[in-house]
Structure formats: C-alpha cells, structure tokens
C-alpha cells in the first residue's frame, strides 16, 4: 500500500529553528508537497519539490532524497504564526495525491 | 483568501436532514475536489471532477451525492449521515486534473457536525 509518514506533533521555541520530516512508500514518485494549515484555515501551498535538494524560500526550505523516500521542510527563526499544521503530500505514478496526516507544530515564546 | 470559498463554514444536521455543501472558484481552474479531513488522518479524497465531468470517485457511500454544474462550481449534497460522517469537508481546486508539479488551492473548509 502507499504510505506517508510524519511526526503526528512536534513543539519548538520562538526563534528557533525546527525540521519537520515526512517519509513516503508509494507508487511511482511526480513530487512532493508541503502545505500549511492554520487551525480552522484552508490548507495553503509552501513547496514543491520533484528533484533531490535543498529548495529555499526566505524562512522556509524544503529538501527532498528520493533514493530515501524521504523529505523535510526546516523552518529557521520561527514566529508565533508559524504555529500550524503542516501537510505533507506525494504524487504517485497515477498523478494522484497521497497525503500524509500532518504534523502540528505548537511554538512556544 | 485562496480564490476558492466554500459555504456553510460550520453546519449542524441530524441523521434524517439534507444539507448541501457549495464550493466556488475563481481561479479558471478545470478541477475540482471534494476531501474529508478527520482528525489526526490523512486527507480523504472523495470526488474528482474535470471539465465538469466526475473522473474519480473513491468508494464513497451514496449518502454523499456531488454535482458540479459549471467549471466554478461544485456542490455536496448530503442525505441521512451518520455521525462518523463529521469532519472537516475541503473543497480544492487546480489548473488540470492530476498533480504534476501545479499546486491545488483549497477553501476554508464546512466543519460538519451529525447529531
């Protein structure tokens, strides 16, 4: 069966840096997502990555190992917003999305 | 705001009631979807409609009944659920169907509760 796998809750320190990891079994690899979703909020999109690598973007960067299966997405000099659930996503052979159940990062001033 | 609003944001029905959740785009997409996120699970897709045609439809039971009578509209129509039925229903869109590298765009969201 396919299968996405992330910590179901991590907690960090205002200011501080945090890595979210998310490792995948599914069939056939097209990408792989991240998303944001405040609580009561629609899910909004961070990062694609279909290639191995670190991608940056400003406080956010998302890095990707596909002879591993797996991927992260590090937040450095977080902020009380950054609070959230954060969704981590594969597009299988099929070009369907997998999902995993999201991990809830709770940030502590 | 993501481009795509969903109504009711909260809805409360009884096992007996019909209700309908709908779903609006503005982004020119061609897809629509329909997801159930429960707590702690991945989320669930449901429908899959392109060009205003159902592509996918993953097992759901008949009690969840989807119409999409445009490329920017998308309903739920909902009859006799139970109450394992309630959870957060998302409704996404994207440019086409399938996720090669574009990104879906989701609504906030209908937070349904079956009493």
């Known amino acids: 069966g396919q299968n996405i796998d992330q910590p179901t809750e991590m907690t960090a320190t205002e200011g501080a840096i945090v890595q979210i990891n998310c490792t995948y079994q599914t069939s056939g690899f097209n990408g792989l997502f991240w998303y944001q979703q405040h609580a009561g909020e629609a899910p909004t999109f961070l990062s694609y990555n279909v290639l191995d690598g670190l991608e940056e973007k400003g406080r956010f960067s998302s890095f990707l190992s596909r002879s591993k299966g797996y991927s992260y997405l590090l937040l450095k000099e977080l902020q009380m917003k950054d609070s959230a659930s954060y969704l981590c996503a594969v597009v299988d052979s099929n070009y369907q999305l997998i999902w995993g159940a999201g991990t809830k990062l709770i940030i502590k001033p | 705001e993501t481009g795509v609003t969903q109504t009711p944001r909260h809805l409360v029905m009884g096992m007996t009631n019909k209700k309908s959740l709908k779903c609006e785009q503005h982004?020119?997409?061609?897809?629509m979807y329909w997801y159930k996120q429960s707590a702690k699970k991945p989320l669930e897709l449901m429908f899959v409609y392109s060009l205003e045609e159902r592509v996918e439809n993953n097992s759901v039971p008949s009690r969840f009944s989807p119409e999409c009578p445009n490329s920017s509209h998308l309903f739920l129509h909902l009859h006799t659920l139970q109450p394992e039925d309630s959870a957060l229903y998302l409704c996404?869109?994207?440019?086409?169907?399938?996720?090669?590298?574009?990104?879906?765009?989701f609504g906030q969201g209908t937070r349904l509760t079956v009493v």
């Open positions: 996404a869109s994207s440019q086409e169907q399938g996720y090669g590298g574009t990104e879906a765009f």
């Open positions: 982004l020119g997409h061609n897809a």
